[in-house]
């Protein structure tokens, strides 16, 4: 097909008009070269058809502990901004101006420290030099301004402070060099503004960082506010020198909501912290308002062939403190033919003299009571008239529900057991009726339910921490474990091996404790053949699972300090509800052997109490604080009763009337059981307050809450239980009293080292490490280390005030011993 002429002539036309918009787009930029000059101001403008390039040649400026920052400011808008390229020998560097944050925040002034590499000394080099290179697309003029000056402070040295200002657009580095004595330091930071930054450690490799967005995939960093520390070990960095990165986030959510650490199944945000004011970010601002100083400083600090004398010391202090006079006490008594755990008083062999022998026969009043002081036949038939309504009511009793010892399979034990445990003067005897084989049974499982729930619990939980921890060694994120970045002592692939190796106190001393009760256990067995009517019955099941709570203990809290966080909070504290409740079971079983609950049941409540515990930290509201105070009142409540008539209580729908009846004598009376009474008011004063008050302050701590619940009820009970002895005559030993003083001094130690609060998992990281704290013992251990050590001490003689409280009644008879 052929065009015409005017056809020809119209693509002719067309195709003109083409090029000549196409070269008119395309008109070239010209490019201005210059010398620059170091520390001096230079101005200038660009715009698209203009660009600046500077030449700048400092082979006779720069020195091993100087780098070169280079700082420009420019007018420039978002639409068509200032771009700033540096050339350098081994990389580039670029960036646009004006720099942006979030919230439409601007900052026209930028500046960049260059790689100080000084590779080009090696080559021989003789005319280093970089380019900088200025341009935009605006087709309008842009002003700037460029400084490029020599940073001197840009080396730091140790043990020296030095103060360095960073911003959002501005963020500074500094360098330090390793000694030839110097293997592992501290670097430090500490600001007095609360602007939200990120301290970097990183190698030398260039380039360093572009801004804030490349500052978190290399090396180790943290968030920060007013406190951070990294610790730099020489072998991490094979130029032994390493880079300090301080950037300034252009607002302050990070270190407000923990980015690793926020709970998801919650609306508030628990890592807010404290209300303190915040200098940073407000909207709209466009100058320097979040620049910020920090100040900056380098220690020594041990290195891991220099650990070994913290190591030792707890070791001996534990051995000759403690495993030493244990060992010398035993031996003492072994020497001196001691072979009962106390003497028979004088009252006692008078009684025997007299023909009143327990349990076995002597005189025994009408329903197993034995006439001494107000225990009369009298009370006993007018408790046996009390209780007649009662028996009435009892139409058939189920052969499988309850049996005790020589009463099995008999059709009349429900009325026998409300004879004898309800009388108004109650003896041992009357609660020891179960055989002694039995019993053992049944408290042996206590320590064997224990194993196989620990084995089961720990292994799972050493896999996990020490996940954690090597996600923390890959990435380099210290925001994902709480440490006290100060005081905390590397060894190998654990960040923070002082906290981990301060729980071997529990461990020592746990290991102990079941040393001397399987002594006693041994003793007892041996010493008991002949005498199973006298003093408490010794059942052991209990202390083992004491003694197996305290190493595991320090097992699973060495576990939660390698990488202590939101996560793993529960891995510290099951345990110590464990300690506390078995200390609890074990005061109810000395005085009621036949009533202690059984081991499925009391780990059953174990269990729940750690779902609690969870639920509480990762679900807390005020619906749940309402559900827990009617729950924790309702149980206290069930307990009381339970506790007051002897487990004698149905919660059946048939045996409400017969409650009733019960109830009857202490409500329209005065209490028959007025210790019982005494003791249980008390606790439910103190639980109903706990639960109330809970629910109206809502504490963010859940976990430790719970535990003080647990811990002021056992204590409540303990005090009570030596004040009851003392009222009934009984004595107690000098080895319990001793005891007893040391766990008051050590308790009261141990608690002020604690609630130093050196971190909190309820707080973001930035704000946990406001209350970071250097070492204290050894330039090694801190206060939570100093904790675990008074705790541990603390826990082992409260376990051995149990053990021995009750050696004063190895040689009286149960008929004697009254049930408080």
């Known amino acids: 097909m052929k065009f015409t002429l005017c056809g020809q002539l119209y693509v002719l036309f067309a195709l003109f008009w083409i090029v000549k918009a196409n070269f008119k787009r395309r008109s070239p930029c010209f490019a201005n070269y210059h010398n620059g000059t170091f520390g001096s101001q230079t101005n200038g403008t660009v715009s698209v058809s203009k660009e600046d390039i500077y030449n700048f040649h400092y082979i006779d400026h720069l020195r091993n502990d100087t780098a070169v920052i280079v700082q420009v400011n420019s007018n420039a ?76 402070n840009f080396m730091l040295n140790l043990d020296h402070s030095q103060t360095v200002y960073a911003s959002p657009s501005e963020p500074m580095i500094n360098a330090f060099e390793f ?72 607002d302050n959510e990070r270190c407000k909501s923990g980015k690793n650490n926020k709970n998801p199944f919650r609306n508030d945000d628990i890592f ?22 920090v100040t900056l400083k380098i220690v020594k600090i041990p290195s891991e062939n220099e650990y070994t004398k913290a190591i030792v010391i707890p070791i001996l ?39 009143i022998m327990p349990e076995g026969g002597g005189t025994i009043s009408n329903y197993g009571t034995t006439e001494r002081g107000n225990v009369t036949t009298t009370s006993a038939q007018s408790q046996t008239s009390e209780l007649n309504d009662m028996q009435t009511i009892q139409q058939s009793i189920d052969d499988g529900s309850q049996v005790d010892g020589e009463f099995d399979f008999l059709h009349d034990i429900e009325e026998d057991k409300e004879i004898y445990r309800l009388k108004k003067d109650l003896c041992l005897s009357d609660l020891s009726k179960k055989k002694r084989k039995r019993l053992q049974k049944k408290y042996s499982l206590y320590c064997w339910n224990l194993i196989i729930i620990a084995v089961f619990y720990a292994l799972p939980v050493v896999q996990l921490v020490f996940t954690y921890q090597r996600v923390l060694n890959a990435s380099g994120d210290q925001d994902i474990c709480y440490y006290n970045f100060y005081c905390s002592r590397p060894l190998g692939p654990v960040s923070s091996f002082n906290n981990v190796y301060s729980n071997i106190g529990y461990v020592m001393l746990g290991i102990l404790f079941f040393l001397l009760v399987w002594r006693r256990d041994l003793q007892h067995q041996r010493e008991s053949v002949n005498d199973e009517h006298l003093g408490i019955p010794q059942h052991y099941g209990i202390f083992y699972a004491l003694a197996l709570s305290l190493i595991m203990e320090g097992i699973l809290s060495a576990c939660y300090h390698v990488c202590p966080s939101y996560t793993n909070f529960q891995f510290d504290t099951s345990f110590m509800y464990i300690i506390a409740c078995l200390i609890i079971v074990q005061l109810y079983s000395t005085r009621h052997p036949d009533l202690a609950a059984k081991p499925h049941i009391v780990f059953g409540t174990f269990a729940a109490i750690i779902l609690v515990a969870v639920s509480g930290v990762v679900f807390t509201s005020f619906a749940f604080w309402t559900i827990f105070c009617f729950v924790l009142i309702t149980f206290s409540v069930y307990s009381t009763t339970q506790m007051y008539y002897m487990g004698r209580i149905r919660l059946s729908f048939s045996e409400i009337k017969r409650s009733f009846i019960f109830l009857k004598h202490d409500i329209f009376s005065c209490p028959v059981y007025k210790d019982r009474m005494v003791l249980l008011l008390l606790a439910n ?115 051995m005030i149990l053990l021995t409280l009750n050696d004063d009644l190895t040689r009286t008879p149960r008929n004697q011993i009254r049930v408080f």
């Open 77 to 152: 808008s978002h639409n068509f901004p200032l771009l700033v390229v540096i050339q350098q020998q081994k990389g580039v560097l670029s960036w646009t101006i004006p720099f942006s944050g979030q919230e439409k925040s601007t900052y026209e002034t930028t500046s960049h420290v260059l790689c100080p590499d000084n590779q080009f000394i090696k080559t021989n080099m003789t005319n280093p030099f970089f380019w900088v290179s200025l341009s935009s697309s605006s087709p309008s003029v842009v002003a700037y301004s460029l400084y490029p000056k020599l940073l001197d």
């Open 272 to 293: 807010r912290g404290s209300s303190s004011v915040d200098h940073g970010l407000k909207k709209n601002n466009v100058k320097n308002d979040r620049k910020k100083s």
């Open 317 to 355: 202090v534990f051995s000759f403190g403690f495993y030493v006079p244990s060992a010398l006490y035993i031996l003492y008594q072994y020497k001196n033919g001691a072979r009962k755990l106390s003497v028979p008083s004088q009252d006692i062999l008078e009684d025997e003299d007299e023909g």
């Open 179 to 250: 000694s030839k004595d110097v293997d592992t330091v501290l670097v430090k930071a500490e600001s007095r503004m609360s602007a939200c930054s990120i301290l970097s450690v990183q190698g030398t490799k260039c380039p360093i960082f572009d801004l804030e967005r490349n500052v978190e995939f290399t090396g180790n960093f943290q968030t920060m506010r007013y406190k951070s520390g990294i610790v730099v070990k020489k072998d991490d960095f094979p130029s032994y020198k390493f880079y300090i990165v301080t950037v300034v986030l252009v």
């Open 685 to 799: 004063l103190v639980n109903w307050g706990l639960a109330i008050n809970g629910m109206a302050t809502e504490p963010k701590d859940f976990a430790s809450y719970l535990l003080a619940i647990l811990i002021v009820n056992g204590l409540i009970y303990l005090l009570f239980y030596v004040v009851m002895k003392i009222r009934n005559g009984e004595k107690i030993f000098l080895i319990s009293i001793l005891c007893s003083l040391l766990t008051l001094i050590c308790w009261t130690g141990s608690l002020v080292f604690f609630l130093q609060g050196l971190t909190s998992w309820q707080k973001s990281p930035a704000y946990s490490r406001e209350n970071n704290r250097d070492c204290i013992l050894f330039n090694f251990y801190d206060d939570h280390d100093v904790w675990h050590f008074l705790s541990a001490i603390s826990l082992f003689l409260s376990f």
